[in-house]
């Protein structure tokens, strides 16, 4: 009997059309349009070279002009300064750089490409003026490898990959996975409502037919979460083989923190249920609050809530479930061991045991003397 209902129970998931919306269709157009949003994000950040003018008859020092052409941060055009002034007005150059007495830029506006220019000429102009007092004051110190020693650059810092992707978009598409997880507990609600007797007529004839209660609660429940996993790592297909966006080497504990996610929040969603005796609308409208609450403390809204809670209330950190699925999407991102992910794992998992028991102690007291 368990297999007949969580047969039927399926069926009737998957021809659920607002069920197959809300858990497969709005979370894919979801990611659609995080795709068409953030898919310029990294490469509106790559640097390009400033295109900048020198004016050939302002005898520039030969040391500057090599100077530029060896930092990589400039395209550079001789020029006389007519011909500069030209193309400064039509925006073809950043600035151009004449030399009278010394170094001096002209630019059209202020911007980065301006500041760059203008940090670079400053940076020079102080080393040079150094190094001119010290050969004035001791000529010999040219002889003592003294151009070498000053060009030396040390660099003390390390880059260290904390993760095999490094795609900061990658940030948002974990939010939206974590956010479709925890809206399984919707579907665990109705599972519970389709079994109360109190609800529905439906309910009614279910609690009347000679099938264990907890029995049929079960095969609904399994049904559902293996629905609702199934459209989940549908999603998952989707953002990673269409959008083409790179989990890095963790895709395997996306999936399994996916499917630990659903579970917890379909058990969640079945415990507000049984634990609430009121309409079924009431039952979703108090579940979607408690879910909205708990997600704007997670930071899905804002990702400095998240910090603050964590610093001021880390309690709420540990109790809250839907900050236990973003978390461990973080983790993934942020660190390369897997401490805390496993941390929010076990949690998430502990918490979806307690949920699931503290139904069943509700719904096997349930009785009816008129339904």
């Known amino acids: 009997m368990f297999w007949h209902i969580f047969k039927y ?12 919306f809300w858990t497969l269709l709005f979370p894919i157009a979801l990611a659609t349009i995080f ?3 953030f898919s310029n994000i990294l490469t509106g950040e790559e640097f390009e070279n400033v295109n900048i003018a020198l004016v050939s008859n302002s005898n520039i020092p030969e040391s500057f002009s090599t100077a530029m052409k060896e930092s990589d941060l400039f395209n550079i055009e001789s020029t006389d300064e007519n ?8 925006g073809k150059i950043s600035g151009y750089i004449t030399f009278v007495n010394n170094i001096e830029i002209t630019v ?49 810092t390390k880059d260290k990959e904390l993760n095999s992707s490094t795609n900061v978009v990658v940030i948002y598409f974990y939010t939206l996975l974590a956010m479709t997880c ?21 309910a009614a004839r279910i609690n009347i037919a000679p099938v ?32 083409k966006i790179d989990f890095g080497n963790s895709i395997g504990y996306v999936i399994l923190l996916c499917f630990v996610g659903c579970f917890n929040g379909i058990t969640l969603g079945a415990m507000v249920s049984s634990l609430i005796n ?37 309690i709420l950190s540990y109790i809250n479930p839907v900050n236990l699925i973003t978390d461990g999407f973080y983790s993934l991102y942020y660190y390369s061991t897997y401490d805390r ?21 509700v719904l096997r007291r349930q009785k009816y003397a008129s339904i």
Do not use: H, W
Not at 9 to 20: A, E, G, W
Not at 110 to 116: A, D, F, L, Q, T
Not at 233 to 241: A, N, T
């Open 212 to 243: 264990n209660k907890i029995k049929t609660f079960l095969a609904a429940i399994s049904a559902t979460l293996l629905f609702y996993f199934s459209t989940v790592l549908i999603v998952i297909l989707y953002i990673s083989q269409v959008l």
């Open 9 to 20: 129970q399926l069926k009737c998931r998957f021809r659920d059309k607002l069920s197959v």
């Open 278 to 314: 009121k309409k079924a609308s009431v039952k979703e409208g108090i579940l979607l609050a408690f879910t909205m609450i708990c997600s704007f403390l997670s930071g899905m809204m804002a990702v400095q809530i998240k910090y603050f809670i964590q610093d001021k209330f880390p």
């Open 83 to 90: 011909s500069a002034k030209e193309l400064l007005s039509k």
């Open 341 to 361: 992910y496993f941390l929010n794992l076990g949690l998430l998992s502990l918490y979806g045991v307690i949920f699931s028991i503290v139904t069943y102690l």
């Open 108 to 156: 059209a506006k202020s911007g980065i490409n301006e500041s760059i220019i203008k940090t670079f000429v400053d940076s020079y102009s102080q080393k040079y003026s150094t190094i001119s007092n010290l050969v004035s004051i001791n000529p010999s110190i040219m002889n003592e490898d003294f151009m070498n020693n000053i060009a030396l650059y040390n660099n003390y």
């Open 182 to 202: 925890i809206l399984g507990s919707t579907p665990g609600c109705t599972d519970v409502i389709n079994i109360q007797g109190n609800q529905s007529q439906r």
């Open 35 to 37: 795709n068409l949003a």
